[in-house]
């Protein structure tokens, strides 16, 4: 895991070690006295010199009234500190890695689990008590070391339901054991990655964690080298349009951990039994689903100049969406974003992924934070009644030119205002729309011809097991 760091680096541990000057006297310091014989004696010895000189200096600080410095300006590529602080980190990642649990030692942690377990006779699982517990810790620890022992404590058990008899389940044990090192070899990985040391990684850095884990997920394996590049481009931004709703251009470690979408690229570990097309289109990460994205960009290209314009954007959903949404997306997230020299307002890819994530997540903040930027058509971070009736009558023409009944666009607008029912009742503000747990419905409504069909057609869609919709966008 830590090679391509020192080849990166051009050097080793030992020759940076050896060529500093402090570290040789610090060496001669320790063999010349003989109260400092181990390392363990050495770190505490420094971590007290260094503390003492804090001390010191936040005692003059404060008398001399100085504010704290809270920015310290990062080490200059090549300098001592930099490396100093690339070595530190390198080693430290590297301790790390050395406790974590491998394969075999889960397995074997496993194999503990179920030959001191008890079946319960009701529900047929398989449990343990807490003196059972404590006696697997025993032999996990004789047969793996003492780096499972963090599983076996006491906090880590309460933290299960337990039966009336007080044991719990050694699956979900297991799982919880299984996801812990999961997470931590993946902040790891990151860690290595996070170029500047500062928690966040940048969007070729998370491209490069994509790439290294492609040859672990039994889905991507096979995936064709030339497509290698431009999966992990798409895979990469569904991070960070979750991760780094600011835009920007970094995301957090720890957010990425925790966030949806860690999960979701790893479902790509189970193998695909030829059943799954639709779970696999579903899945964001998956070759099949990249493949879509970039087809239908493809297709929406009529000019092949590697943007989209409006006109070419009307095609999408096979033209579903409202002329008015697609000018307020240009508006709100083309516009107002980057634009590309000679093309005036022109949608490049990485803000159709943007477009494309929002209308498919619109039951997430995120999403909806995205989509109503356009349904506020004044800016003023709030929709009244004449928005959701400027907004809705382009669904409605939509609606009567494809050959459907007549609709009542005051009818549309109290059912909206019934299903948010908003703080202020002359305003709906995203606050509202989130809070209502229906935001998504809402914006497909005002947004998308479709959206409306699966809204007034949702009693049937539950009783026919949502059949295909079918509406001719096509019809005159």
């Known amino acids: 895991m830590y090679s391509s760091m ?9 020759s940076v070690v050896s060529s500093m000057l402090w570290v040789r006297n610090l060496r001669r310091y320790i063999k010349s006295d003989p109260g400092i014989s181990s390392e363990a004696m050495m770190e505490l010895e420094i971590r007290r010199i260094l503390l003492n000189i804090f001390k010191e200096k936040h005692r003059k600080n404060a008398e001399a009234g100085i504010i704290p410095s809270f920015y310290k300006k990062k080490p200059e590529d090549g300098s001592i500190s930099h490396t100093v602080q690339r070595l530190a980190k390198y080693r430290f990642l590297k301790k790390q890695s050395d406790i974590l649990l491998d394969a075999d030692d889960l397995d074997a942690m496993w194999l503990c689990l179920r030959e001191n377990c008890v079946v319960d006779e009701a529900t047929g699982s398989e449990r343990v008590g807490y003196e059972d517990f404590c006696q697997i810790a025993s032999l996990c620890t004789e047969q793996i070391g003492s780096k499972c022992r963090r599983f076996f404590n006491p906090s880590n058990f309460m933290k299960f339901e337990k039966d009336e008899s007080g044991r719990i389940s050694i699956l979900s044990f297991y799982l919880y054991a299984m996801r812990t090192v999961s997470l931590t070899q993946a902040r790891i990985d990151m860690s290595e990655l996070d170029e500047d040391s500062d928690g966040f990684l940048q969007p070729h850095e998370m491209e490069a964690y994509i790439r290294g884990l492609i040859p672990n997920l039994a889905q991507l394996r096979d995936m064709p080298a030339a497509f290698v590049q431009m999966y992990c481009h798409i895979a990469a931004h569904k991070f960070f349009f979750f991760c ?43 070759v099949a689903s990249a493949q879509r994205i970039c087809d239908t960009f493809l297709d929406l290209d009529k000019d092949t100049n590697g943007t989209l314009g409006k006109d070419e954007l009307r095609a999408y959903a096979e033209g579903s969406l409202t002329d008015i949404f697609i000018e307020r997306a240009f508006d709100e997230h083309v516009r107002h974003g980057k634009t590309v020299i000679g093309l005036a307002w022109e949608m490049d890819f990485e803000s159709f992924l943007d477009f494309v994530l929002a209308l498919e997540n619109k039951d997430t903040p995120e999403g909806l934070t995205y989509l109503f930027r356009c349904l506020d058509l004044h800016g003023r971070g709030y929709l009244t009644a004449a928005d959701i009736h400027i907004l809705f009558r382009y669904v409605r023409e939509k609606w009567i030119q494809v050959g459907n009944y007549e609709l009542c666009t005051e009818d549309v607008r109290d059912e909206i205002w019934d299903m948010v029912r908003p703080a202020d ?25 479709r959206g409306f069909w699966a809204h007034d057609n949702r009693e049937n869609l539950l009783q026919e097991d949502e059949e295909p919709l079918d509406i001719d966008m096509t019809r005159n």
């Open 425 to 449: 009742p002359l305003r709906i503000t995203l606050s509202d729309m989130l809070a209502c747990k229906q935001g998504g419905t809402i914006a497909s409504i005002l947004i998308d011809v």
């Open 244 to 286: 780094d709703p600011s835009r920007r251009g970094k995301a957090c470690i720890k957010k990425i951990l925790l966030s949806n979408c860690l999960q979701e690229l790893m479902e790509l570990h189970q193998e695909n039994d030829g059943e799954g097309d639709t779970d696999q289109n579903d899945n964001w990460f998956s």
């Open 6 to 14: 020192d080849e990166d680096e051009g050097y080793d541990e030992s």
